[in-house]
């Protein structure tokens, strides 16, 4: 499997990164990560050049790692700065170093070429920045399913009825129909309003209303990996728009997904909401409401991951609410494509 690798991909929340040396698996490269001592957080391939042993294994001696066998030392930015028995450090002791940035208490690692790192291209939502906005970090989902499964699930508003019952879905949103587009910029945008419904448990769990509401999902998905669940209810009487959301009880629910290798992916995900900014408690309230729906999706990734591998000669049945995952899947597809090309040219160039 081709992962697109000129992108950054979200290595840990903030919290997650320490002086300990932490390694991760990410688009099947083994990476190891540690804060220097001004508190930055390096990431460097998790191997030694020597004999191989994971630079995991070893200690962060000041800034610096030292491998675990033989004392072999890396800088932050993968350098050797030692070799144990002699004043030469040789052209080849090198690891690599990969691009970090950080905000909102988000660790990024960018896993291309480095020279495209651009950190305006990191994702981000005004509502973080937003007083009238409270975010809260759930805890890491690990799937044992590949990322482009959780990609579909996540710009597949119609599986809440039927997976989410208690939570997120319900009977009345079953035949509701469902837009799909790909914006200028290459977001895909699925969407659903349901009106004049009763509330779904996680509204009727955190508002107060007394009556019938009015839905909309919209599933914003920033190819490869970012997943912006932007949803709310809002009273009947209020006539709620899309524009006028704010009004409304409005939670995103945000998804960064970072591929680990072919077969699993790590899922991690935050809320951002406008109601009862003030409430401690209430964003662990809502990471159990979520989890309760995140367990039902990963018994279905994961089940549907081990059908994927057992072989059949029948293609997939495509249906209406593909419409999402099929945009989706066909911009990664061009993506990859892009990046194999611009890979071969800059191949013929250096020969
Ligand atoms: S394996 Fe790292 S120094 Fe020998
Ligand atoms: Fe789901």
């Known amino acids: 499997m081709e992962f697109i690798q000129n992108s950054w991909y979200v290595a840990g929340w903030s919290k997650e990164f320490s002086r300990e040396l932490t390694k991760m698996t990410i688009l099947g490269e083994n990476i190891v990560f540690y804060r220097t001592e001004a508190g930055a957080v390096a990431a460097l391939e998790d191997r030694c050049p020597h004999k191989l042993l994971p630079l995991s294994e070893g200690r962060l001696i000041g800034d610096d790692v030292q491998c675990g066998y033989h004392g072999v030392t890396f800088g932050c930015d993968g350098n050797c700065v030692r070799v144990p028995g002699q004043s030469v450090v040789p052209k080849s002791a090198y690891v690599r170093s990969f691009p970090i940035f950080e905000r909102h208490n988000i660790v990024w690692v960018w896993m291309g070429d480095e020279d495209k790192a651009d950190e305006a291209l990191v994702f981000d939502l005004p509502e973080l920045s937003s007083p009238d906005y409270a975010p809260h970090q759930g805890n890491p989902l690990h799937y044992e399913s590949n990322y482009l499964n959780v ?195 800059n191949l013929t160039a250096t020969n």
């Open 151 to 345: 990609a579909d699930n996540l710009c597949d508003p119609a599986h809440v009825s039927f997976v989410h019952p208690t939570t997120l879905g319900n009977p009345e949103m079953e035949d509701l129909p469902i837009e799909s587009e790909i914006n200028d910029d290459g977001v895909v945008i699925t969407s659903r309003w349901t009106r004049d419904a009763p509330p779904v448990g996680i509204f009727q769990a955190l508002a107060n209303f007394k009556g019938n509401v009015d839905r909309w999902q919209y599933y914003i998905m920033t190819v490869p990996n970012v997943a912006v669940i932007d949803f709310g209810s809002a009273d009947v009487s209020e006539n709620i728009t899309y524009e006028r959301r704010a009004e409304g009880v409005h939670i995103y629910a945000i998804h960064f997904l970072t591929p680990v290798d072919e077969y699993r992916t790590i899922d991690r995900w935050m809320h951002v909401r406008n109601f009862a900014l003030d409430d401690k408690a209430i964003g662990g309230n809502m990471n159990d409401l979520f989890n309760v729906a995140f367990a039902e999706d990963k018994v279905i990734l994961e089940a549907i991951q081990v059908e994927e591998r057992r072989p059949s000669t029948r293609r997939p049945l495509r249906i209406a609410i593909d419409k999402g995952s099929n945009l989706y899947r066909r911009r990664i597809d061009e993506l990859i494509k892009l990046e194999r090309s611009t890979e071969d040219k």
